[in-house]
């Protein structure tokens, strides 16, 4: 069992940045790949960002691509969402996920194991 715990949400202004940090329960945080989500109000769950487990392989939606950065320290047993150049369009609540079955990373949210219980982004304008 992993539990998953996100920090880092708040409110910024449209261009500015912020870090989400996802600490992991347990001793096994490196036997699975992580991944970032985020849910805006009538949207679906999407995904934005995924890690492979040694962090050597990054996966980003194109919506993101150049302004997020995914990282993972597992001797900490924590991942990372760095979050720049935001905008309001970004504003929803972020979750991070892990999935022990992935053969490099996941991006559809069935394919997760565990979710955090998210944290709240709210861009303006």
């Known amino acids: 069992q992993v539990q998953l715990v996100e920090s880092g949400g708040g409110l910024v202004q449209a261009g500015g940045s912020l870090r989400l940090s996802c600490a992991a329960s347990?001793?096994?945080?490196?036997?699975?790949?992580m991944g970032w989500f985020r849910q805006a109000p009538g949207k679906e769950r999407d995904c934005l960002a995924a890690?492979?487990?040694?962090?050597?392989?990054?996966y980003y939606a194109d919506s993101v691509k150049g302004r997020f950065t995914v990282s993972r320290d597992n001797a900490k047993n924590t991942a990372y969402l760095e979050m720049n150049s935001l905008k309001p369009e970004d504003t929803a609540v972020y979750y991070c996920?892990?999935?022990?079955?992935?053969?490099?990373?996941?991006?559809?949210?069935?394919?997760?194991?565990?979710w955090g219980q998210g944290t709240q982004v709210t861009v303006s304008s």
């Open positions: 347990g001793r096994t945080f490196s036997s699975y790949a």
């Open positions: 996920a892990a999935v022990r079955k992935a053969t490099i990373w996941a991006t559809e949210t069935t394919q997760y194991d565990y």
């Open positions: 890690i492979s487990r040694s962090g050597g392989f990054t």
